[in-house]
Nanobody
Framework: QVQLVESGGGLVQPGGSLRLSCAAS????????MAWYRQVAGKQRELVAD???????NYADSAKGRFTISRDNAKNTVWLQMNSLKPEDTAVYYC???????????WGQGTQVTVSS
């Protein structure tokens, strides 16, 4: 069982930056693919970026060049640095963990990001 707690969301002006954090509890953090998803009300949840230990990171086209995902297995934490934010980045951002051996997946509770002037 993995529990995920996101933090770092908030209101930011267009062009600004935010850094989301996701702290994981449980064992074997390094054997989980960690990802950030986002969801706008009435739309499907979409992948923003994911990262696995020892492998290249993966980004949605909308995130490339502006967002950076990183992880520290010693701290059981994954981050999403978001720069040059746009109003269309407004969404609830969710942290997700998937065990690479069992396929079990876990979601955080989500954190709201609002980009508005």
């Amino acid at each position: 069982q993995v529990q995920l707690v996101e933090s770092g969301g908030g209101l930011v002006q267009p062009g600004g930056s935010l850094r989301l954090s996701c702290a994981a509890s449980g064992r074997s953090f390094s054997t989980h693919v960690m990802a950030w998803y986002r969801q706008v009300a009435g739309k499907q949840r979409e992948l923003v970026a994911d990262i696995r230990t020892g492998a290249p990171t993966n980004y949605a086209d909308s995130a490339k060049g502006r967002f950076t995902i990183s992880r520290d297995n010693a701290k059981n934490t994954v981050w999403l640095q978001m720069n040059s934010l746009k109003p269309e980045d407004t969404a609830v951002y969710y942290c997700y963990a998937r065990n690479i051996y069992t396929g079990s997946g876990y979601w955080g509770q989500g954190t709201q990001v609002t980009v508005s002037s």
